[in-house]
Nanobody, 127 residues
């Protein structure tokens, strides 16, 4: 059974940094890829970043340059380093794991039912 557990969220001032972690268990890294998504109240799920089967990294258009996704396969952990955060980054951040071809194809329109989805961790950015 696949389980994803996010941590590292919290409250931070604009311009600050946070590092999110996602501890995965029961995941077959040969067929599953992982990524970060976020959702603010009343808004659609937004793709933050994901790592494809070849190890290439893809970011949401509005986030490239401030966020960095990384993965430690040995520790089964996915990370999201968030720098220079802005109030509009306030959201619940979710870790997702899905078949690599699904994550690649649906990154911009991803829905939790496409794969495995964590409980999320809240990030609140104040001015």
């Amino acid at each position: 059974q696949v389980q994803l557990l996010e941590s590292g969220g919290g409250s931070v001032q604009s311009g600050g940094s946070l590092r999110l972690s996602c501890q995965a268990s029961g995941l077959n890294h040969a067929t599953y890829c992982m990524g970060w998504f976020r959702q603010s109240p009343g808004k659609e799920i937004e793709g933050v970043a994901h790592i494809d089967k070849e190890g290439s990294i893809h970011y949401g258009d509005s986030l490239k340059g401030r966020f960095t996704i990384s993965q430690d396969i040995a520790k089964n952990t996915l990370y999201l380093q968030m720098n220079n955060v802005l109030p509009e980054d306030t959201a619940r951040y979710y870790c997702a794991a899905a078949a690599c071809y699904i994550l690649d194809k649906t990154f911009d329109t991803y829905k939790p039912e496409f794969g495995h989805w964590g409980q999320g961790t809240q990030v609140t950015v104040s001015t």
